[in-house]
């Protein structure tokens, strides 16, 4: 069983930076394919960012390319997510998944199994 855990959310202004982590329980942190999406107030969950297990191939959505930057760190089963340059319509609840890779894949790209509680991200204009 996986548990993802997200943290590091909290209240900015526009234009200041955040950075996210979410914890994977188990020893199996480095076969998962992880990625994060955001749901704001009233609109479905949208897709963030993803990451390879060997972190070899990342993802993003257009609206975060450049600004947002996923990473991971196996030795630690932790996967983060730097965000800069903030503005008011990343506000959302931004929550952490996991999916197992299948043997010889590199893809983040598929579905996700395993869903953390989320962290709230407020960026005030």
């Known amino acids: 069983q996986v548990q993802p855990v997200e943290s590091g959310g909290g209240l900015v202004q526009a234009g200041g930076s955040l950075r996210l982590s979410c914890a994977a329980s188990?020893?199996?942190?480095?076969?998962?394919?992880m990625c994060w999406f955001r749901q704001a107030p009233g609109k479905e969950r949208e897709f963030v960012a993803a990451?390879?297990?060997?972190?070899?191939?990342?993802y993003y959505a257009d609206s975060v390319k450049g600004r947002f930057t996923i990473s991971r760190d196996n030795a630690k089963n932790t996967v983060y997510l730097q965000m800069n340059s903030l503005k008011p319509e990343d506000t959302a609840v931004y929550y952490c998944a996991a999916a197992f890779t299948p043997p010889g894949s590199d893809s983040a790209l598929g579905a996700y199994d395993y869903w953390g509680q989320g962290t709230q991200v407020t960026v005030s204009s």
């Open positions: 990451i390879s297990w060997s972190g070899g191939n990342t």
């Open positions: 188990g020893r199996t942190f480095s076969s998962l394919a």
